[in-house]
């Protein structure tokens, strides 16, 4: 892991600045605080959605979805409907699901193959690659093949992939997905080679909604403090199992742009990296052997930082990337400032012994997800926070960060360790306020939003 | 429903056999599935798990697949719940505790239970499946479950009893608050 201790290309004082006053950061006391606005506001989402979502990359989805030509997901980020499809020439493409001629919904099915895509309102039909393949009646338009091309379905800006991982934007002018996904990109491509064959997803998508903000999603995700009182039940559930957990020596890393990576060493067994007992005797020789055959692919510093530490990847803004007993990939989608949509699939590595898999599987699913023993308290954290933080409205009387002050929420916790790198310990909240500082500089200032507001006494 | 049916011993989901002198081959009718799946919703409605747990033959499993079906087992695709029988357990002990905090306090949950239907019987094995409601309520929020239930159950001599418990979601997605914190 040394690749993600080494200081970043960011000079500190850029990483450390924060970019709106819904941020107060305060060096000389060390605190650390998010105004509460910014999780309810609907001015401070439609911005997100713009400054945010409608400019940088976003996870779609995983190439092993559609593996065949004509296979396709229909799918909604940044509130915009989608058709990810693998095409007849076997390029991954992401539609605009709305015809071009009315806007209709063109694909309204939620997966399927199809080489072509009909709307059904006036039957104009596209190929799976794009262009239109029959408009009835089409002697009353134009016959020049202009006026035909200008009629294919309109593809995203940006397409890219890393490692099986498919993002997009909308917006012609991201940078590169590599350069966006900075440090974050070795990460995943860790992931990627815990299999020897490769990963791949399963069927079976756990699709759930949050009352909750997104960014309390986030913060969840890159907050190891949490985990001791909030999965109290699942910790002892662990431990009955016959697996000691602990939170010592666990850190979590500012990977730049946003991006942040939590590394747990002390809890959760890997399947196939780190044995406990609940995963059985058999999986205890597999393990040794599935070690050596890691170490003889990678090398042993790599098969170390691969398979010793459960990790938490969250690529900016909206995937989460869960390697732990074993891989989930979790994608958000913000669908009002209270409301987040939320997909998990399970990522697998390729042809892994039937019990394996099974194992794998079962034991992610006792874990995280809507049904799990762990997540579902994850979930009513969130949606206690969305609830909370009405309380505090409008009572802001004197601005500023002083501590009268009431509508913030802190997150102050080993604010010192920022100044010394991007790395601090997991039970510590630097992720987070590495997040918040990287969202302050995209969203940038929003007059009448949060203690500006309050300064000038709160006129409607 | 053939009562002359040949013995054929019960094998459960995670691939053991249970007790031999438990199951029966009696005959069964409608009207005591639905009395036992009606009691189920009950003990369930209110909260009293440890009562629930006695309606599962030991060693028996409980699954929720999520909501795109594929007609895969939990071995092979996501699903919501895979417990096998210890992490049955472990989910109620879970729920008893105050600590599980998504259900503290505990959520509000009235049951439907219709359309029951005895499809299969093999031995001491029979497959049940019913249609249910599940109306929750918590923290002002209404949420609910339609789906369908999808048993194997193995007839005791004294009753019925769970081998697998699976519950078949009709919803598209799990609405805003929705989450399976409960026993579905």
């Not at chain 1, 001791?228 to 730049?256: I, K, W």
């Not at chain 1, 691969?306 to 979790?330: G, H, Q, Y």
């Not at chain 1, 979930?379 to 500023?400: C, K, M, N, S, W």
Request: proline share 5%; net charge negative; aromatic share 8%.
């Amino acid at each position: 892991m040394t690749m993600i201790d080494s200081p970043g290309a960011t000079a500190v004082d850029e990483r450390l600045e924060v970019g709106n006053t819904l941020i107060a950061q305060d060096w000389e006391a060390l605190t650390f605080k998010v105004h509460r606005s910014a999780y309810r506001e609907n001015a401070v989402f439609n911005r997100e959605r713009n400054e945010i979502w409608g400019h940088t990359w976003l996870y779609l989805g995983h190439e092993t979805e559609i593996p065949e030509a004509g296979d396709f997901k229909t799918r909604t980020l940044g509130g915009r409907p989608l058709i990810f499809v693998r095409d007849r020439h076997g390029t991954v493409q992401a539609y605009l699901n709305a015809c071009p001629h009315r806007g209709t919904i063109l694909c309204r099915e939620p997966e399927g193959r199809a080489k072509n895509f009909q709307c059904f309102y006036h039957a104009w039909t596209f190929k799976n690659s794009g262009e239109l393949a029959a408009l009835p009646d089409s002697d009353a338009y134009p016959q020049d093949s202009a006026f035909v091309e200008s009629l294919s379905l309109r593809t995203v800006p940006r397409l890219g992939i890393h490692e099986g991982f498919v993002f997009v934007a909308f917006d012609e002018q991201v940078p590169d997905l590599l350069e966006h996904l900075g440090k974050a990109a070795d990460v995943m491509s860790m992931t990627a080679s815990i299999g020897p064959s490769g990963m791949t997803t399963v069927p079976g998508v756990q699709r759930y909604s949050v009352k909750g903000n997104w960014k309390l999603a986030v913060e969840n995700a890159m907050d190891g403090y949490h985990f001791a009182p909030t999965h109290n039940t699942f910790v002892g559930y662990l431990r009955e199992t016959g697996f000691a957990v602990n939170d010592d020596a666990q850190y979590a890393h500012d990977l730049g742009d946003g991006h942040g990576l939590a590394v747990l060493t002390g809890h959760n067994g890997r399947i196939g990296m780190i044995w406990e007992p609940r995963f059985g005797e058999r999986e205890k020789i597999r393990t040794e052997a599935k070690r050596k055959e890691l170490v003889a692919r990678l090398g042993a510093e790599r098969a170390a930082a691969v398979a010793d530490s459960s990790k938490i990847l969250f690529v900016f803004p909206n995937l989460l990337l869960f390697d732990l007993e074993a891989l989930t990939i979790r994608q958000l989608e913000p669908v009002e400032p209270g409301v987040t949509d939320v997909r998990a699939w399970q990522l697998v590595e390729r042809d892994e012994p039937d019990d394996v898999r099974a194992l794998r599987l079962k034991t992610m699913a006792s874990f995280v997800g809507p049904g799990g023993l762990a997540t579902p308290d994850d979930i009513e954290a969130y949606e206690a926070v969305q609830r909370g933080v009405v309380a505090t409205a409008d009572l802001d009387p004197f601005g500023g960060f002083a501590d009268t002050d009431l509508d913030w929420s802190d997150m102050s916790r080993g604010m010192a360790d920022d100044l010394t790198g991007p790395r601090g310990r997991s039970i510590d909240e630097g992720v987070m306020r590495s997040f918040w500082r990287h969202w302050s500089r995209r969203v940038g200032e929003l007059p009448g939003i949060g203690p500006d507001a309050s300064r000038l006494g709160g006129v409607a | 429903m053939s009562t002359g049916a040949v013995h054929t011993s019960a094998v459960l989901p995670n691939g053991t056999v249970p007790p031999q002198e438990q199951g029966s081959d009696r005959a069964v009718v409608r009207a005591e599935v639905e009395d036992f799946l009606f009691a189920e919703a009950a003990a369930l409605d209110e909260w009293r798990l440890d009562d629930w747990l006695t309606l599962f033959v030991p060693g028996a499993a409980m699954q929720v697949p999520t909501t795109d079906v594929t007609g895969l087992g939990p071995e092979n695709a996501g699903y919501f719940v895979a417990d096998d029988w210890d992490l049955v357990r472990a989910r109620v002990k879970r729920l008893k505790s105050r600590k599980a905090h998504a259900e503290n306090p505990h959520s509000r949950t009235n049951r439907l239970v219709s359309n029951v239907r005895l499809t299969e019987r093999a031995g001491d094995q029979l497959r049940v499946s019913a249609n249910f409601v599940v109306n929750r309520f918590r923290d002002g929020g209404e949420f609910t479950y339609v789906g369908r239930y999808d048993h194997l159950l193995q007839v005791q001599p004294d009753g019925l009893r769970f081998l697998l418990r699976r519950s078949v979601l009709t919803n598209e997605s799990m609405n805003p608050g929705a989450r399976l914190s409960f026993i579905l």
